[in-house]
């Protein structure tokens, strides 16, 4: 098979089309064509070993977390999908190697839910990672009715994935992010909220009464700025702040659980999330997708590796 890998840890220049060996299907698992894979931060941090002292990574390393395909083979006791079952993943194992810059990958049940019917391959793949992100936090703080939030960088792909999920929840949400992109937060049905210098007072008038829960997907000074209008300070879960914990809060690295993917694809069928694909590239050009992320930083929408999209 096809596949983008780095011989050893590198950049975007180091990355390599090479035919790699179809991935072996352990028990319980599933092999799957990959269509589509979304591309996302953490795939050029564990390739440029950022990650080391977290996570192990073998070589020649393929990169990818997150995937739509359809399922091609089927492990001993791999029950929960047949051959020709079109799934989305967030392909996460014990270590990084075989991942989704490939045109096949091995995924564990338990990394797999079906994709869902009415979204193309492009934009189901970019489900998974920032869908899984920001479901277990907002679960992770007990959104629910009633409730007022506050989402740092809701314009953002974790975020704004964030914003729905707790809107779709009950709750009434107020998101930081610039002023070009407050009409898209209207569309999700949260208030906008300039970020920057005042933002507590700013928030303060929105919600008078204090808010009930908060997520960060920004950084910064976002955990210090939610305590002070959150009415329990530990109700605040950051994904970008690995001091939280130290403030009181909670730090939320995305775990891969079907139910969970199960439940935002329902969320996506049901037509209360979306996702903004900004550009696709084929599998050959992964270097530039990665370029492109890194310039583009928090520019809103997704990049994709179109793989097999027919």
């Known amino acids: 098979m096809k ?7 590198g950049g975007p220049d180091d990355l390599e089309l090479m035919e790699r060996p179809t991935p072996a299907v352990a028990p319980g698992e599933f092999l799957v064509r990959v ?5 996302n931060p953490a795939d050029w941090k564990v390739g440029g070993g950022s990650l080391d002292g977290v996570m192990e990574a073998r070589f020649p390393l393929i990169p990818g977390w997150e995937v739509a395909g359809v399922v091609e083979a089927r492990g001993f006791d791999a029950t929960e999908f047949e051959v020709g079952d079109e799934v989305v993943g967030y392909i996460s194992k014990d270590w990084a190697q075989n991942g989704g ?15 869902p019917e009415s979204w193309d391959w492009a934009r189901a793949a970019c489900l998974p990672l920032p869908g899984l992100t920001a479901y277990q936090a907002i679960k992770r703080i007990n959104v629910g009715k009633g409730d007022t939030v506050l989402v740092h960088g809701a314009a953002g792909g974790v975020g704004s994935l ?4 707790a ?3 009950g709750a009434r949400v107020i998101g930081t ?18 970020y920057g210098e005042g933002l507590a007072e700013r928030v303060r008038q929105l919600a008078p009464e204090g808010i009930n829960a908060a997520l960060d997907c920004y950084g910064g000074d976002a955990v210090a700025v939610s305590q002070k209008v959150l009415k329990d300070p530990a109700r605040v879960v950051s994904v970008a702040d690995l001091t939280v914990t130290d403030q009181g809060g909670h730090l939320v690295w995305a775990r891969p659980n079907a139910g ?9 069928e049901s037509g209360k999330l979306s996702i903004t694909v900004n550009r ?3 599998l050959e050009q992964a270097a530039d997708a990665w370029r492109a992320l890194q310039e583009e930083g928090r520019a809103r929408g997704r990049i994709v590796l179109d793989i097999d999209a027919s």
């Open 162 to 165: 964030g914003a729905q999920i």
């Open 35 to 39: 269509k589509a894979a979304g591309v």
């Open 280 to 282: 696709s590239f084929p």
């Open 177 to 194: 992010a610039g002023e070009r992109n407050h009409g898209f937060l209207r569309e999700l049905g949260a208030t906008p909220v300039t």
């Open 167 to 169: 809107v779709a929840r």
């Open 3 to 9: 596949a983008m890998a780095l011989q050893r840890y």
């Open 101 to 115: 810059y490939a045109e096949l990958v091995s995924a564990p049940a338990r990394t797999l839910a079906r994709k």
């Open 260 to 268: 969970d993917l199960t439940e935002l694809v329902d969320l996506a």
